[in-house]
C-alpha cells in the first residue's frame, strides 16, 4: 500500500479531490449561508469570527509548547520502551511506568487510529499520498512555518482585488527601476525642472523671502501693517463669490465676533483643565449642542473636538479598532469603504494600520454599492464607511442598507457627516427630501461633523460623536507609567488652541437653530436651482442627485478638465474631480450671492468650447494636462508628484 501511495497522481485520483474541494466551496458559499439564514443564526463570517476568538484565547505559547511536547513524547516513547527492557530496576521506575502507559494505552490507540485511517483510504491512494506528506510535512517546524506562509498568501490573494494587485505590482516595478543609477539621475533631473514649474506657478516671484530670525524684532505696528496688507488682498479671492467652498459664511459681523472670541482665549489650552475650566466646558456644550440634532433622540450620544474633519476620521478608525477589534479578537483589521469616500479615512488606515477594502459605486447614483459592500465584509471588518454627503458627488449613501448590514454582521458604521452636519439636519426639517443618516438609525455607531464648515466657525474644530461612552472611551489615548506624570488626552493632539474652542461655541450660541435653518434654506434651494440649470446646458451632464450643497457635472462631448480651466481665467475656483473626470461646486453663503454670474459664465465657457468642436485639435494644457497624465501613470509616480508640490508649498 505505501508503494500505491507513491504513484503518480492520476486523473481517476484527482477526481474524488477536485469534487470534495467543490461540495466544500459549494457548501460555504451558498448552501450554509442559506441554512444560516433560514435558522435566523449570525452570518459564518459572525460564527468565524467568535470560534477564532475563543481558539486564540491562549497564548502562541501555550500552542509552541504542545508542539515541542508532542515531538519530544515521540522520541520519549521509544526510549522508555528500551529502558524497560534493557533495565527493570526500582531506579528506573518512572521510565518503566511511562513506558507502561505507552504500550498498553496510547500505542494500541495509535494503531487503532491508523487502522482507521488506511481503511478509509485504500481506494483513494493519492489522498493517502497527499495526507501522508502533509503529516510528515507538518511534524517540523519549518513545515509548520511553510504551511503557514502558504495560507496567509493565498489569503492575501483572495481578498486583494485585481486593481489593489495591479497597483502592488506597478509600484514594486516603479520602486525597482527607481533604484537604477541612470534611471535615477533622470528622475531626479524631471523633479528639479517640475519642482521649478511649481515654483513659478504658485509663487509669486516678487514676494519677500525670511529665511532666518532677523537680528533685531520688527515693531508690532509694522508686523500689523504687513499682516492687513497680505490679508486684504487674499480676502478678496473669496469675498467675490467665485470660490467653492473654502469659506462658508464670510459674514462680516459674525467673522468680528469669531475674532474677538479667539483674542479672549488666545493662550489657552484645554490640557490645563484647572486654569481654563471654561475652555472644557465650551467643548463639552458644543458636542452637547451637535448631538442635540444629531442623536435621534438617543441621549448617549457624546462627542469630542478635533482639529478638522480628517483627525474626526481618524479618531473615528482609531475608536472602532479597539473596541470591536478587541472584543472580536481581530489582529488586522479592515475597513470597508466606498470609492467616493473622503481621503481622509485612507490616511486613518494608514496611519493606524488597518485595511482599507475599497468598493465600487453605481455609475448612476453614485450611492456606495450596498452588495460589494456586504461582499467585502468578513470576519476581520471592523467599520463600514459610509457619506452625508460624499465629497465628489455630494450623493448621501443609503445609510440605512448599510445600518442593517452593520448589525447583521456586528461592526460599526461610521457617517461622515463633515461637509453635511449643519445643513442637512436642518433640511429634512424644513421637509427637504433628505434620506435619514444620523443614531436614529440603529447600526451608526460614530458621526463625523465639521464646525469649521457648515457650523461657521473659525479653521481648525471638527466634531465627532459616538453613539456611547465605550466608543468614546476607545478613541482616548492614556499612559500611567510617563516619568512626567498620568498622561491622558482625547485626541491625536496633546496641547490644543482652546481658542478654537471658544470660537466654536460663540459660533453655535449666536446662530441658534433659526440661524442654521436659514442659511441651510439658502444653501440648499440654491443648489437645486443651479443643478437645473446647469442640467439644461447643452454639452453637460448632471453627476448624482443633487440634495445637499453640490453640484457635480461632466460631459460626454469634451474634456471636462478644459471648462475647469477656462473658468479659472474668468475667476472661478473650481473642484476638479477623476474616476469620471469631472467638476464640483461647493455651494456657500457667497457663493449662493453670485449664483447667476456662475451660470452665465459657466454657458458662455461651453458653449465656446463647443464651436471649437469640443477643442479636439487643441493643445491640452493646465489641469486638463495634468490630470490626462495623471490618468496615463501608475500610483507610484503620481504620489511622488504630489510628494513634490506638497516640498513646493513648505518650501519659503
Known amino acids: 500500500m505505501l508503494a500505491e501511495s507513491s504513484t503518480i497522481i492520476a486523473n481517476d485520483d484527482l477526481y474524488p479531490i477536485v469534487t470534495a474541494i467543490g461540495c466544500c466551496i459549494l457548501t460555504t458559499y451558498t448552501i450554509l449561508p442559506w441554512s444560516l439564514n433560514l435558522l435566523n443564526l449570525p452570518p459564518i463570517q459572525v460564527i468565524f469570527r467568535t470560534i477564532r476568538k475563543a481558539i486564540f484565547f491562549l497564548p502562541a505559547q501555550l500552542v509552541l509548547v504542545a508542539w515541542l511536547f508532542r515531538r519530544a513524547f515521540i522520541s520519549t516513547k521509544w526510549t522508555a520502551y528500551n529502558i524497560k527492557n534493557a533495565n527493570d530496576d526500582d531506579d528506573d ?16 490507540i495509535e494503531h487503532v487510529l491508523q487502522d482507521q485511517f488506511h481503511q478509509q483510504t485504500y481506494y483513494y491512494s493519492t489522498s493517502l499520498s497527499v495526507a501522508k506528506g502533509a503529516v510528515f510535512l507538518c511534524s517540523d517546524a519549518l513545515g509548520l512555518f511553510l504551511l503557514y506562509a502558504v495560507a496567509s498568501s493565498l489569503w492575501s490573494l483572495y481578498r486583494t482585488s485585481w486593481k489593489e494587485f495591479k497597483g502592488q505590482i506597478m509600484s514594486a516595478m516603479v520602486d525597482f527601476l527607481s533604484e537604477l543609477p541612470f534611471v535615477r539621475r533622470e528622475i531626479e533631473k524631471e523633479e528639479r525642472k517640475m519642482m521649478a514649474d511649481l515654483e513659478s506657478s504658485l509663487k509669486d516671484p516678487n514676494r519677500k523671502v525670511t529665511r532666518t530670525l532677523p537680528e533685531h524684532g520688527t515693531e508690532a505696528n509694522v508686523l500689523i501693517a504687513d499682516l492687513q496688507k497680505r490679508g486684504k488682498a487674499e480676502d478678496m479671492k473669496w469675498e467675490n463669490g467665485m470660490v467653492s467652498g473654502t469659506v462658508y459664511c464670510g459674514e462680516s459681523s459674525h467673522t468680528d465676533l ?14 490645563h483643565t484647572d486654569i481654563w475650566p471654561s475652555v472644557n466646558q465650551f467643548e463639552a456644550e458644543v458636542c452637547a449642542m451637535t448631538a442635540s440634532f444629531l442623536n435621534g433622540g438617543n441621549a448617549d450620544v457624546v462627542g469630542c473636538i478635533s482639529s478638522g474633519g480628517t483627525e474626526s476620521i481618524v479618531l473615528a478608525a482609531k475608536a472602532h479598532r479597539d473596541y470591536f477589534g478587541r472584543r472580536n479578537g481581530i489582529r488586522k483589521p479592515e475597513i470597508v469603504s466606498c470609492y467616493t469616500a473622503h481621503a481622509g479615512i485612507d490616511k486613518a488606515c494608514d496611519m493606524l494600520d488597518i485595511r482599507n477594502v475599497k468598493v465600487n459605486f453605481d455609475p448612476k447614483t453614485f450611492e456606495v454599492d450596498v452588495d460589494a459592500m456586504e461582499r467585502a465584509i468578513n470576519a476581520d471588518t471592523i467599520m463600514i464607511y459610509a457619506s452625508a454627503p460624499n465629497f465628489p458627488q455630494g450623493v448621501i449613501d443609503p445609510i440605512e442598507k448599510l445600518s442593517n448590514l452593520a448589525v447583521k454582521y456586528g461592526v460599526g458604521l461610521h457617517v461622515d457627516c463633515c461637509l453635511g452636519g449643519f445643513v442637512l439636519p436642518f433640511g429634512r426639517r424644513m421637509g427637504y427630501d433628505i434620506p435619514c443618516f444620523d443614531f436614529s438609525i440603529v447600526g451608526v455607531t460614530s458621526i463625523s461633523c465639521d464646525t469649521h464648515k457648515y457650523g461657521y466657525a473659525s479653521k481648525g474644530t471638527s466634531v ?124 456657500t453663503i457667497p457663493v449662493a450671492k453670485h449664483a447667476d454670474r456662475f451660470v452665465q459664465d459657466l454657458k458662455e ?43 513646493c508649498m513648505l518650501t519659503p
Open 93 to 108: 521506575a518512572v521510565e518503566s511506568i511511562l513506558s507502561a502507559v505507552i504500550h498498553q494505552v496510547l500505542i494500541p
Open 605 to 647: 465657457v461651453v458653449q465656446k468650447i463647443l464651436a471649437e468642436n469640443g477643442g479636439a485639435n487643441k493643445k491640452e494644457g493646465g489641469t486638463a494636462a495634468m490630470y490626462g497624465k495623471a490618468g496615463s501613470l501608475p500610483a507610484g509616480p503620481i504620489s511622488e508628484l504630489l510628494k513634490s508640490y506638497t516640498d
Open 258 to 271: 469669531l475674532n474677538t472670541a479667539y483674542a479672549a482665549f488666545s493662550l489657552s489650552n484645554p490640557l
Open 464 to 587: 465627532i460623536l459616538y453613539r456611547n461612552k465605550d466608543l468614546r472611551r476607545a478613541q482616548y489615548f492614556a499612559y500611567p507609567e510617563w516619568t512626567g506624570g498620568l498622561y491622558s488626552t482625547p485626541t491625536i493632539a496633546g496641547s490644543r488652541p482652546g481658542a478654537l474652542l471658544a470660537c466654536a461655541w460663540a459660533s453655535m450660541m449666536s446662530m441658534g437653530e433659526d440661524g442654521y435653518r436659514e442659511r441651510a434654506k439658502v444653501i440648499l434651494d440654491t443648489t437645486q436651482s443651479l443643478a437645473k440649470q446647469v442640467a439644461s446646458i447643452p454639452g453637460l451632464r448632471l453627476l448624482g442627485e443633487p440634495k445637499s450643497m453640490i453640484v457635480c457635472f461632466g460631459s460626454d462631448d469634451f474634456n471636462i478638465y478644459r471648462v475647469g480651466d477656462a473658468m479659472a481665467h474668468k475667476g472661478w475656483s473650481l473642484n476638479s474631480l477623476q474616476r469620471p473626470a469631472c467638476i464640483h461646486l461647493c455651494v
